[in-house]
């Protein structure tokens, strides 16, 4: 039987595959205040997040159609969402 005390996790759903898992072992996307979206691999920038698995099958998803614009309550652009698909595509190989 398990004895650890019930400390509070953080716990974040996937905007991909809608899974909640703890904050530490997703990657926050962040809304920055300047209107950017930005990949946030420390977890402290300030700003709307949304969260993603560390899988691509969650990047496919959560960029495609509109999870993240929701999420985040902007726009994001062709060129933004390629540019974080890049962004993304690099973090995920060095994983
Ligand atoms: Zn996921």
Avoid: F
Wanted: net charge positive; aromatic share 4%; with cysteine.
């Amino acid at each position: 039987m398990k004895r650890k005390s019930t400390k509070h996790i953080p716990q974040r759903t996937c905007l991909g595959c809608r899974q909640v898992k703890p904050k530490r072992e997703l990657i926050r996307l962040v809304h920055t205040p300047d209107g950017k979206i930005e990949i946030d691999t420390t977890g402290k920038k300030s700003g709307r997040g949304a969260y993603l698995c560390p899988a691509w099958d969650c990047w496919e998803a959560g960029l495609k159609g509109n999870r993240l614009e929701y999420a985040l309550r902007c726009h994001i652009g062709q060129e933004e969402r390629a540019e974080l698909r890049k962004q993304a595509e690099e973090l995920l190989q060095g994983a």
